[in-house]
């Protein structure tokens, strides 16, 4: 078993920042996929970014040039670095984990064995 706990979130203006975080416990060995995923009032989830093995990152084409996602393996830790955020990037974000090959955004929801309670953010125009 994995488990995630998501932090950093809260409420930013258009054009601010915010850094999440996701610290894994638990059998980490277990994933090698990382992943963040945002759902939105009344959407679906959708995946923003992902890391595979610690060094490949997918980015959605919606936060591409905003968001960077990396690791810190000491602290067993993703990131999700978030500039310039606009009112669009309002949600839940979720971390998530599996252990696969493929890894990338467009990999299901369902697809992932590991998920975090998320935390909010909130951005104001």
């Known amino acids: 078993q994995v488990q995630l706990v998501e932090s950093g979130g809260g409420s930013v203006q258009a054009g601010g920042s915010l850094r999440l975080s996701c610290a894994a416990s638990?059998?980490?060995?277990?994933?090698?996929?990382m992943a963040w995923f945002r759902q939105a009032p009344g959407k679906e989830r959708e995946g923003v970014a992902t890391?595979?093995?610690?060094?490949?990152?997918a980015l959605a084409n919606s936060v591409k040039g905003r968001f960077t996602i990396s690791h810190d393996n000491a602290k067993r830790t993703v990131y999700l670095q978030m500039d310039n955020l606009k009112p669009e990037d309002t949600g839940m974000y979720y971390c998530?984990?599996?252990?696969?090959?493929?890894?990338?955004?467009?990999?299901?929801?369902?697809?992932?064995?590991?998920w975090g309670q998320g935390t909010q953010v909130t951005v104001s125009s």
């Open positions: 890391l595979r093995d610690g060094r490949s990152a």
């Open positions: 998530a984990a599996r252990r696969s090959v493929t890894c990338g955004v467009q990999v299901s929801e369902a697809d992932f064995a590991y």
């Open positions: 638990g059998d980490i060995a277990d994933t090698n996929c």
